[in-house]
């Protein structure tokens, strides 16, 4: 059974980078894209951006100034960093698996999700 | 303001039919596939419908999708309690070269 899990800080300031991880465990990180998505307070499902592992990436075009997701293939994990974070960035951050390909949308696992809050 | 336009509630009682709507463009539901997710607060969101109208193992048959054109559309039949949730569509954009979501969905079982 695959499953993900995201970590890292739940608070981060203002004008700080914003770092989680997702550890993958019952499937390989080398298949697949895998994906960062969020949920702002009150609001719908965003599209941050995904990864394959022949180092692709592809980002949300409205943070892509400030969005690098990256992976440890060895810890079978991936990583997202936003910088330069504002209260805006406040969300429950979720990974999850894309099984269907570069252009696709077909998130068939997913992590319980992370609160992170922006605030000094 | 989601590319993708879904009403912002929908509401049925146990055993009615309820449909969700998902509008786009030419360039995200007419020419990718369409994707619906059910999310409970607190709990991860679950795949409900893959590639326009195939259901993932486990989901019951009660929910089925389908697509027309730049519209898609998630119905509920034999609607229950358990059933209320948020619902999502989701499609790759073209034109963005990135996942759009639809703002959501409230589904109330009266």
């Known amino acids: 059974q695959v499953q993900l899990q995201e970590s890292g800080p739940g608070l981060v300031k203002p004008s700080e980078t914003l770092s989680l991880t997702c550890t993958v465990s019952?499937?390989?990180?080398?298949?697949?894209?895998w994906s960062w998505i969020r949920q702002p307070p009150g609001k719908g499902l965003e599209w941050i951006g995904h990864f394959f592992y022949s180092g692709s990436t592809k980002y949300n075009p409205s943070l892509k100034s400030r969005v690098t997701i990256s992976a440890d293939m060895a810890k079978n994990q991936f990583s997202l960093k936003l910088n330069s974070v504002t209260a805006a960035d406040t969300a429950v951050y979720y990974c999850?698996?894309?099984?269907?390909?570069?252009?696709?949308?077909?998130?068939?696992?997913w992590g319980r999700g992370t609160l992170v809050t922006v605030s000094s | 303001q989601s590319v993708l336009t879904q009403p912002p509630s929908a509401s049925g009682t146990p055993g009615q039919r309820v449909t969700i709507s998902c509008s786009g463009s030419s360039s995200n539901i007419e020419s990718n596939y369409i994707y619906w997710y059910q999310h409970l607060p607190g709990t991860a969101p679950k795949l409900l419908i893959y590639t326009n109208n195939q259901r993932p193992s486990g989901v019951p048959d009660r929910f089925s999708g389908s697509k027309s054109g730049t519209s898609a559309s998630l119905a509920i039949s034999g609607l229950r309690s358990e059933d209320e949730a948020d619902y999502y569509c989701a499609a790759w954009d073209d034109r963005l070269s990135g996942v759009v979501f639809g703002g959501g969905t409230k589904l109330t079982v009266l």
């Open positions: 999850a698996r894309d099984r269907g390909g570069y252009s696709s949308s077909w998130y068939d696992c």
């Open positions: 019952g499937d390989s990180i080398s298949s697949f894209y």
